[in-house]
């Protein structure tokens, strides 16, 4: 079955430690996203990914990295700049050059900063 | 810039009544808009979506229409289960050049039996 997996579903955190979560996708999509979900504040885009190799920033990178070095994944790093962490993370894809630019979403990561 | 407004819930209704969360949005150009939908700690899902003014998008009963005229994309059903206790959003796409989705910030819904 094709489709989009995030790993792990729940990640906790101690302050000051950098922390990695996995998205991996087997859909054969160029653009890969990911999202932070706060309650009542919907999804921010946090990194966007058009091809391997390049990323861009979206409207909340401040305190996160990523990187694109196979077109099937896109790992978020939260790194111990991020101010305020805990949240629900979800990675998407897409393809590109469509005018419809449906996403498909993951399950998510709940990350809690102990 | 581009930005999508939907209802502020919590919306609770008894099953079998009729739904209605509205969504209206501001955009450049000719949007794509969509309504996806997630359940308790899970990811989101495509519900349905339409590409141009007067597409009607429609899925498990749901039904939405691009409206250009009011800019609005309200998502109806005619009779709700208590399976489809979820939050909604509307979004549109592309956000901007990098091709993102810009959602509205969720419509928690409570269907009671």
């Known amino acids: 079955d094709g489709g989009i997996t995030q790993s792990p579903k729940y990640l906790f955190r101690k302050e000051g430690q950098n922390v990695t979560l996995s998205c991996e996708q087997n859909?054969?999509?160029?653009?890969m996203y990911w999202y932070r979900q706060d309650p009542g504040q919907g999804l921010r885009l946090i990194y966007y990914?058009?091809?391997?190799?390049?990323?861009q920033k979206g409207d909340i990178a401040e305190g996160y990295s990523v990187s694109r070095e196979k077109k099937e994944s896109f790992p978020l790093t939260v790194t111990s700049a991020q101010k305020n962490p805990t949240a629900f993370y979800l990675c998407?894809?897409?393809?590109?050059?469509?005018?419809?630019?449906?996403?498909?979403f993951g399950p998510g990561t709940r990350l809690t900063v102990l | 810039g581009n930005s999508v407004t939907q209802m502020e819930g919590p919306v609770t209704l008894s099953e079998e009544a009729f739904l209605t969360i509205n969504c209206t949005y501001t955009?450049?150009?000719?949007?794509?808009l969509f309504w996806y939908v997630q359940y308790p700690g899970e990811g989101l899902q495509l519900l349905l979506k339409?590409?141009?003014?007067?597409d009607k998008g429609s899925n498990k009963g749901f039904e939405a229409t691009y409206r250009k005229e009011t800019t609005s994309f309200h998502l109806e059903k005619g009779s709700v289960q208590v399976s489809d206790s979820a939050v909604y959003f509307c979004a549109l796409g592309p956000g901007g050049s990098q091709g993102n989705l810009i959602f509205g910030k969720g419509t928690k819904l409570s269907v009671k039996p």
């Open positions: 859909l054969n999509h160029d653009a």
């Open positions: 339409a590409t141009k003014a007067d």
């Open positions: 955009a450049t150009g000719y949007p794509s």
């Open positions: 990914s058009q091809i391997v190799n390049d990323f």
């Open positions: 998407a894809s897409s393809l590109r050059d469509t005018i419809y630019n449906e996403q498909f």
